[in-house]
């Protein structure tokens, strides 16, 4: 039989108590009862349980050298230079460094609390820039590492093209992203059988539109739309200023107001970072129902921004976070940057507690789990005109993180309490415990059982990595 018993548990509508979570052999839960009587024999949960965090936005390889870029090697270091030096490592990826590194990535993923990831994949093609023998190499390592690791994935191959606005060619070191509009509809045929057979969804990312030119970028959504009406589409977008002012130069229009004026925005969509945005942007973006891609520390680490999520939840706006340049692998701390760079901004405390949830932690990761399985594209649709709830409700994966309520940032206190000191009482070392990905344990005791393995890949492919770049 597949439940758990758990005292505090956090369903979509808030906290309970004396939870018993089942699930079936596909991983769905099939009933969430509150105020239940332990059964006999069923396991026990260590600690409260929370839904799991779908990570929303990644780029697997850069994990490689997080902490490399983080000395000054121009006057003034920007996100411009630092993508000089992100390029470079980009160049000397192989196939079997990519799936290790990978495979490690989610591991760590999975121990830190997210149990989903979105992979906007673009380095597609051999160090040369010439496609692989087979053309979906590096698209099935991931595949691969995802499964190996039991991380849910949604798979985002990257279409790019151009450099700039106005149809810019590559640049040289852009030649291993780059593919035809469709080739990159074939890719995605291809990859089909193998993304089914590991249930991973399959969708597609225009890199940024400094990338793809408006006729690749309508021709790729209706080819993709044609394969599967769902499917997500994540795109980056006014992520730096210089972007903003490049596109008003080639245009007249800004990043995200082109986007909704040019492409069919909805909640099929997920908008990477949007950091630049007007109050019309906002409010007009907010309003087509797509998420916002915010990836707090990696933002951080660029220099990129605040996103004004005040002003995004006044309009409904909907949210995710994601660990993107993995400079800080753990859920909880995107949500602790994520509230304090309000709270920076804005002078203000408890930022983004909402009026049905006073608590931080809670309001956060209730809204973050929602936003993050629109745009993963795993939420199961509820009956039509029903909006439906991600996390731990009938019907959704079992995607769940049971914290260690022994462990001495948590012991004694009340549940809620328990999560606010997870997220926000910054300790030494992780209070999660245990974590399913639809229904099978992947961490124990907070660790994966391939952890040592991978670590060990992760550091031999790393020093080759780097090595190679030299
Ligand atoms: C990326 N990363 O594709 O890895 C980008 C940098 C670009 C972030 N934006 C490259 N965080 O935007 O051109
Ligand atoms: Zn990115």
């Not at 769905?28 to 929370?50: C, H, L, N, S």
């Not at 990257?158 to 509009?181: C, E, H, M, N, W």
């Not at 991973?200 to 009406?229: I, K, M, W």
């Not at 760079?341 to 408890?350: A, D, E, M, Y």
Request: net charge negative; with cysteine; hydrophobic share 45%.
């Amino acid at each position: 039989m597949n439940q758990i018993f758990a005292a505090d548990v956090l369903l979509p509508t808030g906290w309970a108590r004396d939870v018993l979570i089942a699930w079936d052999g596909a991983g769905r839960i099939t009933a969430v009862t509150p105020g239940a009587q332990r059964p006999e024999g069923a396991a026990i949960a260590p600690g409260p349980v929370v839904p799991g965090m779908p990570n929303l936005h990644s780029h697997a390889f850069q994990r490689a050298f997080a902490g490399l870029t983080e000395y000054r090697g121009e006057s003034q270091d920007s996100f411009w230079s630092w993508r000089n030096l992100m390029y470079r490592f980009a160049a000397r990826i192989t196939p079997e460094s990519l799936e290790a590194i990978a495979t490690w990535l989610y591991v760590e993923m999975l121990e830190a609390g997210y149990t989903s990831v979105c992979e906007f994949h673009y380095v597609h093609h051999d160090q040369d820039g010439r496609p692989y023998a087979d053309d979906a190499t590096l698209s099935l390592a991931l595949l691969r590492a995802a499964q190996r690791a039991g991380i849910g994935i949604t798979l985002l191959p990257v279409l790019y093209q151009t450099s700039g606005f106005g149809a810019k060619p590559p640049r040289a070191d852009q030649a291993r992203f780059i593919r035809s509009t469709d080739n990159m509809l074939s890719l995605l045929e291809r990859l089909a059988p193998a993304a089914q057979a590991q249930a991973a969804v399959l969708g597609l990312a225009p890199h940024s539109l400094r990338a793809v030119p408006p006729d690749s970028l309508a021709a790729a959504v209706q080819g993709l739309t044609a394969l599967n009406p769902r499917a997500p589409i994540h795109i980056h977008i006014a992520e730096q200023t210089q972007e903003v002012e490049d596109c008003i130069a080639w245009s007249g229009q800004r990043p995200v107001q082109w986007l909704l004026e040019h492409a069919p925005v909805d909640e099929r969509w997920c908008l990477v970072h949007a950091t630049h945005m007007t109050q019309q942007e906002y409010q007009d973006a907010a309003r087509t129902g797509a998420v916002a891609g915010i990836c707090p520390t990696t933002e951080a680490n660029l220099g990129d921004g605040i996103f004004d999520m005040p002003l995004w939840l006044q309009h409904g706006g909907r949210w995710g976070v994601g660990s993107d340049s993995h400079a800080c692998v753990n859920a909880a701390e995107e949500l602790l940057m994520l509230e304090y760079g309000q709270r920076l901004s804005l002078r203000q405390r408890n930022v983004l507690a909402s009026a049905s949830q006073a608590e931080v932690a809670t309001a956060m990761t209730l809204q973050a789990v929602q936003g993050g399985a629109q745009a993963s594209g795993r939420t199961v649709g509820g009956p039509a005109g029903l909006a439906c709830l991600a996390g731990l409700a009938v019907g959704q994966q079992a995607d769940m993180v049971a914290l260690d309520a022994q462990h001495v940032a948590l012991a004694g206190l009340p549940g809620p309490s328990m999560l606010s000191s997870h997220v926000f009482g910054s300790h030494r070392t992780s209070a999660i415990d245990s974590l399913w990905v639809g229904g099978v344990q992947r961490v124990a005791a907070g660790r994966h059982a391939l952890h040592d393995t991978a670590a060990q890949a992760f550091v031999a492919a790393r020093s080759t990595t780097i090595a190679a770049a030299d």
